[in-house]
């Protein structure tokens, strides 16, 4: 998508060719160019795209911003049984609501519950990898630790995990802008939309039968209530945990990976300081963040970066660019596990978004990616890439779809 500014700029028109399949590999340089030319960039979709971190970081807190209005900006004429987002993108009260039902299965101190088990789903996972040698670290790695601990967690059964990648995959896709998803996926969206929503029907009337403990029948038992949870609003709520649990984490734990294959001096100084397991995933997220934008619409009149924006008018924050602005960040583009180690002023990423759409999973997928990371070290294992990456189309959760690797363990754990 090339989009020429004339509106805003104050140099010469810039043309914003990120998204340009040749780019995906490393938009970066790409967004470099924009963010600084221009805070602002008007785009096709009658919406600007915010470049810079100061401005988003602003608007992310301001709750003038709406972000209940996502799929008229990107999906208009979507229904939205079509597209099913729950709290995700929604406003007070709706989202207050809704988000307090799901909330407390996603705390620091239940997710910390949830060590144990992520920890032996992760020794599992790195046992046949080490056995393969050469492997796909997506299929082997990346998607069966998030998916299996979310699927878990609300109560769909591991024989259903193939049924539920397949649905999310193309759920995921389905989050870009319609005018970049070729027919093929947008029906392919509509499909799996629907079949989520009528596997989950499914379950959760098992589940009324027969509560478990699990997120599902305790959604069940709110629902039977009446006056806080309907029928509809919770099967969307299980869709949006489900994809929004496991999703942007794959993407997480691909990245996260490469960046250490190809910052071995980083990878050294993890396996010398296991300590650093946690400030590396936050640097990760920041790095290569898995979730590249997301949009606000305003509610009222307001100024952003010297633009008078009207009530009704939408924008695009493009946290792909916000987490290398060099204002924000030091040496944005250097990989560096050290920088929320040592730096107690460091600004937060963008990945999880700020204010009250601050990602409610962001403990989950934290404990899953560092525990990736201890037995790396604890493993000392030697990585490399075997072969070219292939990246998918996806703009929303950018991501790697094939990733080609060898894992030779040196330590007997």
Known sequence: MSVPDTEIAKTEAVTFDAFD????????????????????????????????????????QDNNWSHAHEAELFHPGVEHTDLPTSFLWMDPPDHTRLRGLVSKAFTPRTVADLRPRVERLVAELFDKMVAAGEFDLVPMLAYPLPLTIIAEL????????????????????????????????????????????????????????????????????????????????????????????????????????????????????????????????EEMLRYDSPVHMTTRLALAATEVAGHQFDAGDGVVLLFGSANRDPEAFPDPDRFDITRYATDASVNR?????????????????????????????????????????????????????TFPARFTQTITP
């Open 349 to 401: 990423h963008l990945t999880f978004s700020l204010g009250i759409h601050y990602c409610l999973g962001a403990p989950l997928a934290r404990l899953e990616m560092e525990t990736a990371l201890r037995e790396l070290v604890r493993r000392g294992i030697e990585m490399a890439e075997t072969d070219e990456l292939v990246y998918r189309p996806n703009l929303v959760l950018r991501g790697i779809k």
């Open 21 to 60: 399949p040749k780019h995906w590999p490393d938009p970066y340089p790409r967004y470099a160019v924009t963010r600084e030319a221009t805070p602002l960039l008007r785009t096709p979709l009658d919406v600007h795209l915010v470049t810079r971190y100061e401005h988003q970081a602003a608007i992310l």
């Open 154 to 281: 609300l109560g769909a059964p591991a024989e259903d995990h193939p049924d539920l990648q397949r649905w999310s995959h193309a759920l995921a896709r389905g989050f870009d802008p319609d005018p970049l998803l070729s027919p093929d996926e947008r029906d392919a969206r509509t499909q799996a939309a629907r079949e989520f929503v009528a596997y989950f029907r499914e379950l959760i009337g098992r589940r009324r039968v027969s509560p478990r403990a699990d997120l599902i029948s305790e959604l069940a038992r709110v629902e039977e209530q009446g006056d806080v949870l309907t029928e509809d609003e919770m099967l969307a709520t299980c869709v949006t945990l489900l994809v929004a649990g496991h999703e942007t984490s794959v993407n997480l734990v691909s990245n996260g990976i490469l960046a250490l294959m190809r910052n071995p001096g980083q990878y050294a100084l993890l396996r010398e300081r296991p300590e650093l397991a946690a400030p590396a995933v």
